[in-house]
């Protein structure tokens, strides 16, 4: 009797049962629904003393309660009301709501939300007008100040919004000076200003033809970190090619060239048009020594010598189009592959140790540097994590192995790529297998395996390898996740498309197995100042010997750039070629 009473208090119930074979997501609702001391308690004397206010009000009502009469004061339906004059560009209505909010018969308290959609729906309002009626956009921009002025008695502190819809008021009523007064209240104030707050001074400034007024908002941008874009830079571009500026020109188109992925077609105009303009032609110097033409050249990483206009004479502008070798159907010229400033990498090596000691043990990632100092350089560089694991459920050095190989017989150096991998997966696993073993052992007599320490993060190890070394990297990593947008977006973009490996695979061809890689922008030398970035699939056969090499992507893109030929040959365009009639083509 006592055992079957045992057995039935042993036997599971119907909703322990139920819990069981719950999937473990769900697990958590069903123990608040079916175990009552497993509820939350809302009045726990643990909880902290905010949660308490919120749970049981003082003044009786809850959150919900709160915002809803928010919502519902006439400070609440005046800023849903501005809120939807903002959607409909109904500047009409939303001054008749603030002279509304002045009356002395219903006075409604204006906040900087409130200030700031009145603020934008003026300054719209007088840009959009100032082409069509100059009266109503005048009207408009009056009006603007006057909130403004308003604001300020108030003691509302404006922001960086505010003060950027003041600056295109100012723009609008032909003041670039005033414009950019604002530019520099906010920044004195401790606002930082952002790109669109420098657009209505700068555009005003170019609009007006003042080209050193634009250069001074160009430099106050720059000493404020914020990067000019196309538009910016094709309004700088115009105003200094209406007024003859050759070196500004230059400088200029090398900006473009360096921040601009591809440019637009208005941008294209504007740079056909300088090119064509009796200024181009009388710009340059007739001699120039072409060993510091060379030189500054491969400092510069092959892209560009920084000489200045070399060569006088008119250009002959022309489109062209390039084959699929890549040579230009109009010159007859190759294009070429070139490389990132090295300054520029330089730069980005130091911001990436200084974030990498941050969530790294500083002393691993120094160790580190230092290893790679007495073994490097190195001229690719190898996830080998990423690689072993590719098309595969389980880690394969031979994959691996297979990859190296082939790197190493297309390098220049014939060195053995930099492995990259964690130390876990060099000491346990499949490394434990003697023909594992012997491809490890293969790798550290050759001084190309580190060993990444436990709890180290693998990416920065492979990322500041390549960057450092300037080499190529293997990965199949699109470099997406948190880590990488740390990195931003202005340089490290170019320095993966130019460096990155990004497919590779093993494939069995009639029961040979062949390691595909994709060599990405090698740098080779330049010619006649036209560029190329070309990515070619080489197909290696491991054991049969053959080799077959097939153009797997091809992106041509003509850039600005000064050419490194000592004849004065350039180009521009977007996909123009320029050259000097006087000198040869």
């Given at each position: 009797m006592r055992a079957a009473m045992a057995a039935a208090a042993l036997r599971p119930s119907a909703t322990t049962l139920r819990f069981l074979f719950t999937p473990p997501h769900q697990r958590r609702r069903l123990l608040v629904e079916h175990i009552p001391f497993a509820r939350r308690r809302r009045h726990s004397s643990t909880a902290t003393a905010p949660a308490l206010e919120d749970s049981s009000p003082s003044n009786g009502e809850g959150k919900a309660a709160r915002r809803r009469r928010a919502r519902e004061s006439p400070e609440g339906l005046l800023r849903h009301q501005l809120d939807m004059c903002s959607r409909n560009a109904d500047l009409t209505t939303a001054l008749r709501l603030y002279d509304d909010a002045l009356s002395?018969?219903?006075?409604?308290?204006?906040?900087?939300?409130?200030?700031?959609?009145?603020l934008y729906l003026c300054s719209n309002a007088a840009a959009t007008d100032s082409d069509t009626d100059s009266s109503a956009a005048a009207a408009a921009a009056q009006r603007g100040f006057d909130?403004?002025?308003?604001?300020?008695?108030?003691?509302?502190?404006?922001?960086?919004?505010?003060?950027?819809?003041?600056?295109?008021?100012?723009?609008?009523?032909?003041?670039?000076?005033?414009?950019?007064?604002?530019?520099?209240?906010m920044a004195a104030a401790g606002t930082p200003p952002r790109l669109r707050s420098y657009g209505p001074a700068l555009f005003a400034y170019c609009d007006a033809k003042d080209a050193d007024g634009a250069k001074q908002v160009e430099a106050h941008m720059d000493a404020s970190g914020v990067v000019p874009e196309e538009p910016e830079l094709a309004a700088l571009l115009r105003v200094n090619a209406d007024k003859g500026k050759a070196d500004e020109v230059y400088r200029l188109l090398h900006r473009t060239r360096a921040l601009v992925r591809q440019v637009c077609d208005t941008t294209a105009q504007v740079v056909e048009a300088w090119f064509r303009s009796d200024a181009a032609s009388q710009a340059g110097v007739d001699k120039w020594d072409p060993s510091k033409v060379k030189e500054a050249v491969v400092k510069g990483g092959g892209g560009w010598h920084g000489q200045g206009w070399l060569g006088k004479g008119p250009w002959s502008v022309g489109w062209t189009e390039m084959d699929k070798d890549g040579t230009c159907q109009r010159c007859g010229e190759k294009l070429v592959c070139i490389d990132i400033d090295p300054t520029e990498t330089d730069n980005f090596a130091n911001s990436l140790t200084e974030l990498a000691i941050k969530r790294e043990v500083k002393e691993d990632f120094l160790g580190f540097q230092n290893w790679l100092r007495r073994h490097g350089p190195f001229d690719a560089v190898i996830d080998a994590a990423n690689v072993g694991l590719y098309n595969s459920k389980a880690f394969s050095f031979s994959q691996v192995n297979s990859v190296v190989n082939a790197i190493q017989r297309v390098t220049q150096s014939k060195k053995l790529p930099l492995i990259i991998l964690h130390r876990n997966r060099v000491n346990g696993g499949p490394a434990k297998a003697p023909y594992n073993q012997k491809i490890l052992e293969s790798w550290r007599n050759a001084g190309a395996l580190y060993a990444t320490p436990p709890g180290s993060n693998d990416d920065w190890y492979w990322l500041y390898a390549a960057v450092s070394c300037r080499s190529l990297l293997v990965t199949n990593d699109e470099m997406r996740d948190h880590l990488f947008q740390l990195l931003g977006t202005s340089f490290f973009p170019r320095w993966k498309e130019k460096h990155q490996k990004q497919s590779y695979a093993l494939k069995k061809l009639n029961n040979t197995v062949h390691a595909i890689t994709i060599l990405g922008c090698r740098n080779l030398k330049m010619e006649s100042g036209m560029y190329q970035q070309q990515q070619a699939m080489i197909l290696k056969s491991h054991g049969s010997g053959c080799a077959l090499l097939e153009n797997l992507q091809s992106r041509w893109d003509l850039i600005f750039a000064q050419s490194t030929d000592t004849d004065g040959s350039s180009l521009g365009g977007k996909s123009g070629v320029t050259n000097r009639q006087n000198t040869k083509a």
């Open positions: 002395p018969d219903t006075p409604v308290p204006l906040s900087l939300h409130h200030y700031n959609c009145l909130i403004f002025a308003r604001m300020e008695a108030d003691g509302v502190q404006p922001n960086e919004a505010t003060l950027t819809s003041v600056a295109r008021l100012a723009a609008a009523t032909r003041d670039p000076a005033m414009a950019f007064s604002v530019v520099r209240r």
